[in-house]
Nanobody, 123 residues
Framework: QVQLVESGGGLVQAGGSLRLSCAASGRTFRRYLVGWFRQAPGKEREFVAAISWSGGSTYYADSVKGRFTISRDNAKNTVYLQMNSLKPEDTAVYYC????????????????WGQGTQVTVSS
């Protein structure tokens, strides 16, 4: 069982940066692939980024590639999402999720979810 708690969201101007954190409980966290998803009002939840259990492999949606960086610190049971050059279209609730399986960008294939953190980018 894994419990996830996101933090770090907020209001930022276009071009600015934020760093989201996903803190996990559970001794086996290091075995889990962790992903970030986001959901804007009236839109479906979409994949943003994911990182393998070791941190050796990372995956990004085309819309954030080159601007966002996902990383993890297994000693701290935490995954980060560094978001740079933010755009108004990045505005959404951001969720972290975990699965004890290989990479997937499909939200329904993730077993554990956090409560989400709001990111708002003003123009």
């Amino acid at each position: 069982q894994v419990q996830l708690v996101e933090s770090g969201g907020g209001l930022v101007q276009a071009g600015g940066s934020l760093r989201l954190s996903c803190a996990a409980s559970g001794r086996t966290f290091r075995r889990y692939l962790v992903g970030w998803f986001r959901q804007a009002p009236g839109k479906e939840r979409e994949f943003v980024a994911a990182i393998s259990w070791s941190g050796g492999s990372t995956y990004y949606a085309d819309s954030v590639k080159g601007r966002f960086t996902i990383s993890r610190d297994n000693a701290k049971n935490t995954v980060y999402l560094q978001m740079n050059s933010l755009k108004p279209e990045d505005t959404a609730v951001y969720y972290c999720a975990a699965r004890e399986a290989p990479y997937s960008n499909l939200s329904w294939e993730y077993n554990y979810w956090g409560q989400g953190t709001q990111v708002t980018v003003s123009s």
